[in-house]
């Protein structure tokens, strides 16, 4: 079973300059999940998807922050402007049916200059 | 709000020893669920073992168990036969039923030869 897929794994940036994530999720996955992680921090959640649906989008920087799953599969973050402090790992997690059962994906590194 | 917290941001501990990696947790609710994550270099996130708050017996996982005492919020890691493999950075984390993972501060564990 191919595991959760993310790319660009690293992507530098300046400030004031736009960025977007993808994210592939295991096949069949109905919950979809982006943390972001900085730096000697744990992942927060930014936001969570059931199917094409948001759940939780409550700590979202939404003037900044955007994100989109269409067709409840593939899914992109998206970042406009981004900020020095935007500077992170930004994980994708994905689950079936029990969400204590969650499938990180390998992170894409964003360093923002 | 749910918090997490991690007060050791490193250990370390020899080859084949055993180490205990600690996690104090604040919540109100009374249905949850408790993890430990290991995150490598590669920045995979990787679950350990989990423990469903319902339940009174600690998980097991191979040489990974945990201390859950539920009136004391307290949820500690042990490592047995400690390998160079386990060196990694290990998160504490909490979920209510919804699925949004609410991650410590992280302990880096250091096994040395």
């Known amino acids: 079973e191919a595991g959760v897929a993310q790319s660009p794994r690293y992507k530098i940036i300046e400030k004031r300059q736009s960025v977007a994530f993808w994210c592939n999720p295991i096949s069949g996955h109905a919950t979809l999940y982006w943390y972001q992680q900085i730096l000697g921090q744990g992942p927060k959640l930014l936001i969570q998807f059931q199917n094409n649906g948001v759940v939780d989008d409550s700590q979202l920087p939404k003037d900044r922050f955007s994100a989109e799953r269409l067709k409840g599969v593939d899914s992109t973050l998206k970042i406009q402007p981004a900020k020095l402090e935007d500077s992170a790992v930004y994980l994708c997690?994905?689950?079936?049916?029990?969400?204590?059962?969650?499938?990180f994906g390998p992170g894409t590194r964003l360093t923002v200059t | 709000a749910q918090t997490v917290t991690q007060s050791q941001p490193e250990m370390s501990v020899q080859e084949a020893e055993t180490v205990t990696l600690s996690c104090t947790y604040d919540t109100s609710e009374s249905n949850y669920y408790l993890f430990w994550y290991k995150q490598p270099p590669s920045r995979q996130m990787i679950l350990v073992i989990r423990q469903e708050a319902y339940k009174q017996q600690n998980a097991t996982e191979n040489r990974f168990s945990v201390n859950f005492q539920k009136a004391a919020k307290s949820f500690s890691l042990k490592i047995s036969d400690s390998q160079l493999g386990d060196t990694a950075m290990y998160f504490c984390?909490?979920?209510?039923?919804?699925?949004?993972?609410?991650f410590g501060q992280g302990t880096e564990l250091s096994v040395k030869p």
């Open positions: 984390a909490f979920m209510k039923r919804e699925g949004k993972l609410i």
């Open positions: 997690a994905s689950s079936l049916a029990r969400p204590y059962e969650q499938y």
